[in-house]
């Protein structure tokens, strides 16, 4: 069982139900379908308030997660671990806290770790009852422009993921162009933990928000992405850019408290790797696209740094189209 430290009140109380359910059907471990249910009883969440605008009863998916999942032959005792599914899920859902600026993970953070998933009882049930997984994480989200309960500081916070790709000057969002919500659900694995660790270049530099140049060095950073391959193809370096990146950006002043924003040339960019992914026949947005993406806008500090890593941009651009054009040429999935 996960630890309760990192995780509001309201989503112990869901790994409290989650471990009740594998118990009353007697299984041996909480699976995706357990936590399913319990977020079906999570009252005043966000996760349970975008569930039930999708005209989800308790009573609906409780049938379909025991006819999926069954009944044990044997009772449990004491504590109920997690199956590797939804430990996968918490990792998402840590991803989806991390990146909308909380300290905590609450219900929606789970509900959206069990989408991304997609693969488990719990997404499949969803499906079977009619439920759109496009819609759902949109209407979640929406769910963030709301002032959260003071008294759960693990809710989605006022306004975060609302902007987080806003498009152009911070106009709102159109969930249905690639500058949407869609590019969110898009990331591979690799291109979340670009984003993740362009949040945490701007926190450490302390700088007002993420801009393009962290997203350049989140890019180039994740070791096993594309564009770290098409750099190092182009003869740059890595670990230079590591070295140089604080001189070439400089520091903050002073560090700001709270959620840092996305700057509207960041969300552009984004909004563009979306695109770019689908310019080469692919859904999954890549580190690479998102490199393509800072190329092609001519975003400030690009160019400069990658020089700085030992690279030439032409080459690096010539190196991308090169290993883009293979993976879809392959019909694989790039990272």
Do not use: N
């Not at 991390?98 to 789970?110: C, F």
């Not at 500081?153 to 609302?162: E, K």
């Not at 950073?221 to 740059?236: C, H, I, K, P, R």
């Not at 690479?288 to 975003?299: R, S, T, V």
């Amino acid at each position: 069982m996960v630890g309760f430290d990192g995780y509001s009140e309201q989503a112990r109380r869901v790994f409290s139900h989650a471990q009740d359910e594998a118990r009353t059907l007697r299984h041996g471990a909480i699976g995706s379908g357990h936590l399913l249910l319990a977020l079906m009883q999570a009252k005043g969440s966000a996760a349970l308030e975008a569930l039930a605008s999708s005209g989800l009863t308790e009573t609906a998916v409780r049938r379909r997660v025991e006819a999926a999942v069954g009944r044990g032959d044997h009772p449990s005792f004491g504590r109920i671990h997690f199956d590797q599914q939804v430990e996968k899920i918490l990792g998402l859902a840590q991803r989806e806290a991390r990146v909308s600026g909380q300290d905590v993970v609450a219900p929606e953070h789970l509900l959206l770790g069990l989408l991304r998933e997609g693969h488990g009882v719990g997404a499949a049930v969803l499906k079977e009852l009619g439920v759109d997984a496009f819609a759902l994480r949109r209407r979640l989200r929406d769910l963030a422009g709301q002032t959260p309960d003071a008294g759960d500081p693990g809710g989605l916070r006022h306004g975060a993921l609302v902007s987080l790709l806003a498009g152009r000057g911070g106009a709102a969002a159109d969930a249905s162009t690639s500058g949407g919500w869609e590019v969110l659900d898009r990331l591979t694995d690799s291109a979340w933990a670009a984003l993740l660790r362009a949040r945490e270049q701007a926190v450490r530099l302390e700088h007002q928000g993420v801009d393009a140049e962290h997203l350049l060095a989140g890019a180039l950073t994740a070791s096993d992405g594309l564009a770290a391959a098409a750099l190092v193809a182009a003869g740059g370096s890595r670990e230079r850019l590591a070295a140089r990146l604080e001189q070439m950006l400089g520091r903050g002043h002073e560090r700001q408290a709270g959620y840092l924003p996305f700057t509207p040339l960041a969300k552009l960019v984004l909004g563009l790797a979306g695109l770019e992914a689908r310019r080469h026949g692919q859904e999954s947005v890549t580190t690479g696209d998102i490199l393509m993406a800072l190329l092609q806008a001519h975003a400030p500090a690009t160019e400069g740094l990658l020089r700085r890593a030992g690279a030439d941009p032409g080459e690096v651009y010539a190196q991308l189209e090169r290993l883009l054009g293979e993976r879809s040429a392959a019909g694989e999935r790039p990272a």
